[in-house]
């Protein structure tokens, strides 16, 4: 791996040497593990004039090859494990010659760029805007292997929740069950906090789990999603409690299911991303649901559960192959209730038969 971060720092440095800086501090703990792998809570990297230095607060763990940082960096423990990172990193630039360094703006607090001008005023500040979240976007095999191994520990755990009985437990028992089911089965935790929603609250989007009990005839929607050596997946289902489905649970079912076959087949290289919203949004606003529908189909995954590409109406730019997204189609009905399908796959060509799906577990209206 230590080749792959040094080629993902030097595409870096070729960004800011562009954009007239010899030096670059990322402070973003995504875009720090991107660059640097593993590093301390509050690490920053210092691409340097002369040397590239991952400035830490403690020391790394060094415990397994996937807790250590890339080994072809110097790394600089603070004396005293005091003080910011980020400022002795303004430091060490300055010492190596540098007069500019581009700092990661949309991160860096206001009082942390005072700071640095404070101890480094030769210093000319610039800005390296998501450069570096753009160079996450199109994910290598390594990426995606840490991302399938999460999808197949989320799929797991929910598998083994719908085999255990539901009616009288609450959504909250529910969640923290899922939780540990991730982490029984080698998740480094969840992704993002589980959400279990039951009868009203189904399908609502970014649910979080209440004291409300499963009862007979509810649908059930779960979105949840390991964590997988720094990677995040989604998976998100729904099912019906107890008895057969009720004629308007079908017909909502069918119909969001649809939606969501829609967008998936739509995951090809260079597909507009509004155009794979639009393909699972007309289905639902076709059927009278506008007014109901989520602001988002589906986004990036990767080192953080959202990232780029967003799957939106106004979304901007086209899908490159080994991108990963999900696909989240969902309607929810106020006091009924409502349907969310969920799913994590990789943009593939269709040479390569097309979209790889992550998530498994079966998309089939279930009656639990």
Same mark, same amino acid.
């Given at each position: 791996?230590?080749?792959?971060?040094?080629? $993902?720092?030097?595409?870096?440095?070729? #960004?800011?040497?562009?954009?007239?800086?010899?030096?670059?501090?990322?402070?973003?703990? /995504?875009?720090?593990?991107?660059? /640097?792998?593993?590093?301390?809570?509050?690490?920053?990297?210092?691409?340097? $004039? *002369?040397? !590239?230095?991952?400035? #830490?607060?403690?020391?790394?763990?060094?415990?397994?090859?996937?807790?250590?940082?890339?080994?072809?960096?110097?790394?600089?423990?603070?004396?005293?494990?005091?003080?910011?990172?980020?400022?002795?990193?303004?430091?060490?630039?300055?010492?190596?010659?540098? !007069?500019?360094?581009?700092?990661? @703006?949309?991160?860096?607090?206001?009082?942390?760029?005072? @700071?640095?001008?404070?101890?480094?005023?030769?210093? +000319?500040? *610039?800005? =390296?805007?998501?450069?570096?979240?753009?160079?996450?976007?199109?994910?290598?095999?390594?990426?995606?292997?840490?991302?399938?191994?999460?999808?197949? =520990?989320?799929?797991?755990?929910?598998?083994?929740?719908?085999?255990? =009985?539901?009616?009288? +437990?609450?959504?909250?028992?529910?969640?923290? @069950?899922?939780?540990?089911?991730?982490?029984?089965?080698? /998740?480094?935790?969840?992704?993002?906090?589980?959400?279990?929603?039951?009868?009203?609250?189904?399908?609502?989007?970014?649910?979080?789990?209440?004291?409300?009990?499963?009862?007979?005839?509810?649908?059930?929607?779960? #979105?949840?999603?390991?964590?997988? $050596?720094?990677?995040?997946?989604?998976?998100?289902?729904?099912?019906?409690?107890?008895?057969?489905?009720?004629?308007?649970?079908?017909?909502?079912?069918?119909?969001?299911?649809?939606?969501?076959?829609?967008?998936?087949?739509?995951?090809?290289?260079?597909?507009? #991303?509004?155009?794979?919203?639009?393909?699972? +949004?007309?289905?639902?606003?076709?059927?009278?649901?506008?007014?109901?529908?989520?602001?988002?189909?589906?986004?990036?995954?990767?080192? @953080?559960?959202?990232?780029?590409?967003?799957?939106?109406?106004?979304?901007?730019?086209?899908?490159? /192959?080994?991108?990963? %997204?999900? %696909?989240?189609?969902?309607?929810?009905?106020?006091?009924?209730?409502?349907?969310?399908?969920?799913?994590?796959?990789?943009?593939?060509?269709?040479? !390569?038969?097309?979209?790889?799906?992550?998530?498994?577990?079966?998309?089939?209206?279930?009656?639990?």
């Amino acid at each position: 791996m230590s080749e792959v971060y040094a080629i $993902r720092r030097t595409r870096l440095r070729d #960004c800011c040497t562009a954009a007239g800086s010899a030096a670059a501090l990322v402070s973003r703990p /995504a875009n720090v593990r991107y660059l /640097a792998g593993a590093a301390p809570d509050g690490a920053v990297l210092l691409l340097g $004039r *002369t040397e !590239d230095v991952l400035v #830490c607060a403690g020391p790394p763990d060094d415990r397994s090859p996937h807790t250590r940082p890339d080994e072809s960096l110097r790394i600089h423990v603070m004396p005293g494990l005091t003080g910011d990172p980020a400022i002795a990193a303004a430091s060490l630039a300055l010492a190596q010659g540098t !007069d500019s360094l581009a700092v990661e @703006e949309h991160h860096l607090t206001v009082t942390r760029h005072r @700071e640095i001008r404070s101890v480094a005023p030769r210093l +000319r500040l *610039t800005g =390296i805007a998501g450069a570096v979240e753009q160079l996450r976007v199109v994910k290598d095999e390594e990426e995606i292997s840490c991302l399938r191994i999460g999808a197949e =520990i989320a799929d797991q755990a929910l598998g083994e929740l719908l085999e255990s =009985i539901l009616v009288g +437990r609450t959504e909250r028992h529910l969640a923290l @069950e899922l939780e540990r089911r991730l982490v029984d089965h080698g /998740a480094d935790g969840p992704a993002f906090p589980t959400s279990v929603a039951t009868g009203p609250n189904a399908g609502r989007p970014g649910h979080r789990p209440t004291d409300r009990r499963v009862e007979e005839g509810d649908f059930l929607s779960v #979105c949840l999603g390991a964590t997988y $050596r720094g990677y995040r997946c989604e998976i998100g289902r729904t099912f019906v409690i107890g008895t057969a489905p009720a004629g308007w649970q079908i017909e909502l079912y069918d119909l969001v299911f649809s939606a969501q076959r829609a967008g998936r087949e739509s995951l090809v290289p260079g597909a507009a #991303c509004r155009d794979v919203d639009r393909a699972a +949004r007309q289905v639902l606003d076709s059927a009278g649901y506008a007014e109901a529908l989520h602001a988002v189909t589906g986004h990036g995954v990767g080192l @953080e559960i959202d990232e780029d590409p967003q799957l939106t109406p106004a979304a901007m730019g086209k899908l490159d /192959a080994c991108v990963p %997204v999900t %696909v989240e189609p969902g309607v929810h009905l106020p006091g009924r209730g409502g349907v969310r399908i969920d799913d994590t796959l990789v943009v593939r060509p269709e040479a !390569d038969g097309g979209p790889e799906l992550l998530t498994i577990t079966t998309k089939e209206l279930l009656a639990l």
